[in-house]
């Protein structure tokens, strides 16, 4: 039997793209903190976190072989599902996003926008994330 774990995100260390992810399509402005995951905890088969997406920044559209559930914590965002087609989201609403399915997330708010994430693994390290649409040098624009 497994031992119940909390965690205190007060506590957790805001994280950044390395190099070589923004080299591959990663957004280098994003930051997020991981609240269940195997680097830091002894959780078994889920893993979440927070990101926290800037004012006129987005998680570019990308897929990845793990399905995804996000809630959306704060601000007003769109979810991305091409390069043309989008959904408003806002704080209190859920997305469920299957396996390989591409998507993204946009802030269209005045404020951060910040959601959890929760994979069906046991850390975020585990997801292999494809990017679609944007190449890094687009960040600096």
């Known amino acids: 039997m497994g031992e119940i774990l909390i965690s205190k995100s007060a506590s957790t ?23 269940f995951d195997a680097s830091k ?9 927070c990101l926290r ?18 809630y959306i914590l704060q601000g007003k965002g769109e979810v991305l599902m091409s390069a043309t ?4 989201v806002r704080q ?22 910040m959601f959890l994430w929760i994979f069906p693994t046991d850390s975020w390290h585990d997801v292999e994330y494809n990017y679609i649409t944007r190449a890094p040098e687009d960040f600096s624009k």
């Open 41 to 49: 905890h002894q959780n078994e088969d889920l893993s979440m976190g």
């Open 13 to 35: 260390e805001w994280q950044a793209h390395s190099e070589e992810r923004v080299l591959n399509g990663a957004n280098p402005n994003l930051r997020w903190r991981f609240l």
């Open 53 to 70: 997406v800037p004012v006129g920044e987005s998680l570019p559209l990308h897929y990845h072989e793990e399905q995804e559930i996000y």
């Open 92 to 113: 209190g609403d859920s997305v469920y996003i299957p396996k390989s399915t591409p998507h993204g997330m946009k802030n269209i708010g005045e404020t951060d926008f």
């Open 85 to 88: 087609d989008a959904k408003s």
